[in-house]
Every structure is written in C-alpha cells, then in structure tokens.
C-alpha cells in the first residue's frame, strides 16, 4: 500500500511553485544505497552521518531510500541555501543574503515531494544516521505525505532486512502509536523490539484505513 497524497495534478502544479521537484538526475544526489550493511550516498563511499542535524527521508515504491538535511533552499543552479536565526538565507560559503521577494521566488524549498517529483511513495519522514547506521527513524507528516503506522512499519522492517538499523535504533509512530496501549504512549521512541512486539500484538485487534 503506497502513501498517494500528491496525486492530483492541481496540488502538483501548486507544490512545484514553492518547492523543488528534483529531475531524475538530480535526485541520484540524495540516493542512499548500502555498501558493506552501511549507508552512503550513491555517488559517494563513505558512511553517512547525520550528526545533529535534522534529515528528511523518502522510500519510492521500488524501495530507493533518499535522504536530505531537511529545512534547506536550492535554486536553478543547484546552490544550497538555509535560514539563520535572522531569517536570512546563508549559502554554502557563508554568505548572507536578507529574505526579499526576488529571491524567494527563485529559491525552492527541498521537501519530501522532491525526490520522487510529488508521486507516490511508501513512506516520509525524518531520519537520524550515525557511521552508516540509522538510529533514529519516523514517519513524520510535512504535509506532503500522510505516511501511517502501516507504511512505517514495513519501510522499518525491509530497513532491517537490509541490516542498516543500529542495534539500538529508535523508531516513533508519529501518527499516534496507534497500537500501544495507553498507559505506555509517554514512551514515544521505541526499540526495534519494542516496536515489532507491539505492533504484532496489537495490530489484530485495531481497525485502520490507509
């Protein structure tokens, strides 16, 4: 079952004025594969880590994982923009540049939607990884995508059979944990174990569309 949000050309056509849809060559940029059960960007070798920045992630329907800071700008030549604290844009070399409605419309936003162009995919979040393992994973909603509990539990479970979640990797339902009982949905972060017993024991007894 795919996440279908983005399906109608109307909401594309708008999407794609603020945001950027990369072309199928740009997004092999943001194309993780594994080498030696570690992530690293498809045109790079070396592990991926995350560090203490916020990433966003996409699984297509063919299962191609795509990774990007999250928050970040790019314009038609490719240049990677952010906000400071002011609200300022600062490229790649640390120069500033104040928000006008010029450059506004030139930069486009980097969101889920990016990789895939605004289809449908089988899952969005956000994503942590650290020496090429993913310790931390959820399905956030941006917006973009309504990812649900089911999307998140298979893309965590091929994630596994590709052995690239860290031994003690935290995943978060960030639809509302649907399947934990009550008395434990202060603990949102969960372990690999955690998640899938839960999950098993609960998921028979709860009626969900997505």
Excluded: W
Aim: hydrophobic share 30%; aromatic share 10%.
């Amino acid at each position: 079952m795919l996440v279908d949000i983005e399906f109608d050309s109307k909401k594309k056509l708008s999407a794609s004025v603020f945001n950027k849809y990369f072309t199928y060559e740009e997004a092999l940029k943001y194309l993780v594969t594994k080498q030696e059960n570690k992530l690293c960007f498809s045109q790079k070798d070396i592990p991926i880590t995350t560090g203490g920045k916020d990433y966003i992630y996409v699984m297509d329907i063919n299962g191609n994982l795509f990774i990007s800071e999250d928050k970040i700008f790019t314009n038609s030549k490719g240049e990677i923009f952010r906000l400071n604290e002011n609200l300022h844009y600062v490229n790649s070399k640390g120069c500033e540049f104040k928000s006008t409605p010029e450059l506004n419309s030139e930069l486009k936003k980097i969101t889920h939607s990016a990789f895939t162009r605004g289809e449908p995919v089988s899952c969005a979040g956000q994503i942590k990884i650290s020496g090429g393992k993913i310790v931390a994973i959820n399905n956030n909603d941006d917006g973009h995508y309504k990812p649900g509990p089911h999307t998140l539990y298979r893309t965590v479970s091929t994630l596994k059979e590709r052995g690239v979640l860290d031994d003690k990797c935290k995943i978060e339902d960030k639809t509302g944990l649907f399947f934990m009982p009550e008395e434990k949905k202060e603990k949102t972060e969960l372990s690999y174990s955690e998640y899938l017993n839960l999950y098993n024991n609960n998921i028979l007894t709860t009626n969900i569309n997505e």
